[in-house]
């Protein structure tokens, strides 16, 4: 058998298993899965892997690129090859933060357009569910969107409305006659608007009243709102970043009672508090807003009892000055800026520090994702035939995230200074080697 690449004696890393083996990649697809020693090289780029973990590549179903329009926030370029460097080999790109938003085909061709052009790893798109755009939907489907998107508060930025309570019950009716999926930012509008206007009044503009403005109350009012509305139109739902058990506990409970629902959670709401907020400063800041340090390990106690479906970043940069311009934490952007150390923070925090399993690490951002949106058995794990996704990691090798390091437009994160323990050397999507450490000794 001929191959492409062949990489020797890793150790490969499924959703239900991790074991020893040689893999063999041809015309971007896996080929070969044996034995270690065992594969003929023939004249195959060689990688040794003995001792380097290979993870299926993650798929983050959940980035703003914000492109077109928005570029100068982040951009296709800047944003795949972060991924990259962290491992991802499919994004899902949310539909605002882009300017117009990807609410209608002409502007969802015109993304696409871009995403083939400038994106070095595999991308799918998002369709956005606003008032205005019901009868669009199904174009959106048709083109290709993995599903849809919509706010049940104010998004941050005035071109796409969040979708009042008569627009979702439309819209999930439309959305589950094409059998598609709404995935949801879900925060009670009112319940945010009246506290954030109370805070403000009374003069309170500290990280933690800001935080005590987007209270767990907030989510757990507006995702049971919404699980009502799928019970009575049938439509899928992913119920995106949730910071707090309380509200997966309730997602959990309406699995139970038949209603197609997943969850999704954040390497923030996994490994920053609402303590590390006030000490990182605006950086950290995001919606639902960072919790305190119970409510982050009572995350990981859902994730280890199965309860989290997904874990994605939310990537959501800014330019600097957004960070900083305003009279409070209040008027500054909220958004975080993480996707290129995903498996970074997920392999310290949850491997190393609280022996969560391999194994559920690459079901939640691999395998996981790839079922719930369409893609397995394409992506979302390694057996033959599927993709070569592959993200080769050293296990054990510590390093500390630098500025310098992050591949994004603007060089800023929450993680920067942190040690992390497990390092990406090798990032390949589709068999194409995108991503390679200056450290690592082969080169491909
Ligand atoms: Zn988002």
């Known amino acids: 058998m001929k191959f492409d690449t062949v990489i020797l004696s890793g150790t490969l890393v499924t959703e239900n298993d991790v074991f020893e083996a040689d893999l063999g990649m041809l015309n971007g697809k896996v080929v070969a899965i044996c034995e270690p020693g065992t594969i003929e090289k023939g004249d195959a780029t060689v990688i040794d892997a003995k001792g380097l973990h290979i993870f299926p590549g993650l798929i983050d179903v959940h980035v703003h690129f914000n492109e077109p329009g928005r570029d100068q926030w982040e951009g296709l ?37 871009l995403a083939d052009e400038k994106s070095i790893v595999d991308y799918r798109l998002w369709g956005g569910l606003v008032p205005d755009n019901i009868e669009n939907l199904e174009e959106l489907y048709q083109e290709g969107a993995i599903g849809f998107k919509a706010f049940m508060s104010e998004c941050g930025t005035d071109d796409f409305q969040h979708a009042d ?3 979702l019950l439309k819209g999930m009716e439309k959305i589950a006659q094409l059998d598609s999926i709404l995935a949801l930012h879900a925060e009670s509008n009112e319940m945010i608007n009246y506290l954030t206007y109370k805070t403000k009044k009374e003069q309170r503009l500290s990280i933690r009243d800001y935080c005590n403005s987007r209270p767990v109350l907030s989510e757990l009012e507006a995702v049971e709102r919404v699980l009502s509305y799928a019970e009575l139109t049938k439509c899928k739902l992913h119920i995106v970043h949730v910071s707090s058990k309380r509200v997966i506990d309730r997602i959990k409970e309406a699995k139970e009672r038949g209603i197609d629902v997943t969850a ?8 920053l508090s609402v303590d590390d907020f006030e000490e990182i400063g605006p950086t950290a800041k995001c919606a639902p807003p960072l919790r305190e340090r119970d409510e982050v390990e009572l995350l990981w106690q859902s994730l280890r009892n199965g309860d989290i479906d997904i874990i994605s970043s939310d990537h959501s940069p800014s ?35 609280r022996d969560v399993s391999l194994s559920k690490i690459a079901e939640v951002t691999a395998f996981q994702p790839a079922k ?7 992506k979302g794990s390694i057996r033959i035939g599927s993709d070569a996704d592959l993200t080769l990691i050293n296990l054990n090798e510590e390093f500390v995230l630098k500025t310098e390091d992050l591949k994004y437009r603007h060089k800023i994160s929450p993680y920067v200074g942190k040690t992390f323990i497990g390092k990406t050397l090798y990032t390949f999507s589709r068999g194409q080697c995108v991503f390679e450490d200056a450290s690592s000794k082969t080169s491909v």
């Open 77 to 113: 370029d800047t944003g795949s090859k972060s991924l990259a460097a962290g491992g991802v080999t499919t994004f899902f790109d949310m539909p605002l933060n882009s300017n117009p938003p990807t609410t209608t085909k002409e502007r969802y061709l015109e993304k696409k357009q």
């Open 165 to 167: 309570n008569g627009t």
């Open 264 to 271: 999704e959670t954040c390497p923030h709401y996994l490994s």
């Open 319 to 353: 330019p600097p000055e957004m960070k900083t311009q305003g009279e409070s934490i209040f008027d500054v952007w909220g958004g975080i800026a993480g996707c290129q150390n995903t498996l970074h923070v997920l392999l310290t925090e949850g491997f190393h520090k």
């Open 372 to 378: 719930r949106f369409g893609l397995y058995p394409n």
